[in-house]
């Protein structure tokens, strides 16, 4: 089965896998809104770390997953869209400076 939005055929139940920071954050309002265009299917969630979630996707145990890109090798023969940019950052404790300093880097 499979969900076509604006159609008459729809999921009874749509199995999402997701990082738990996505769960806490963006499912709700993504849930929400796919509620009214298809009231009569039942949502379910399961948040685990991105290797798991791609596994199970695999096995045809989740529909979709919410998730980080992975590499190539794992991401093979999975199609997927690229929703966001995550910024990253880099820090380090003040003793690693002085640590560092002192060595001449």
Known sequence: MHATLGSDASLELLRIGALPNVCGLTLPAIVEDFRPVCPQTTVRVVAAINADLLARL????????????????????????????????????????????????
């Open 58 to 105: 695999r096995q045809g145990a989740l529909d979709l997953v919410i998730g980080r890109l992975a590499d190539s090798a794992t991401m093979h023969r999975l199609s997927f869209q690229h929703l966001s940019d995550e910024s990253l950052s880099s820090s380090r404790s003040a003793e690693t400076t002085r640590r560092d300093r002192r060595r001449g880097l």
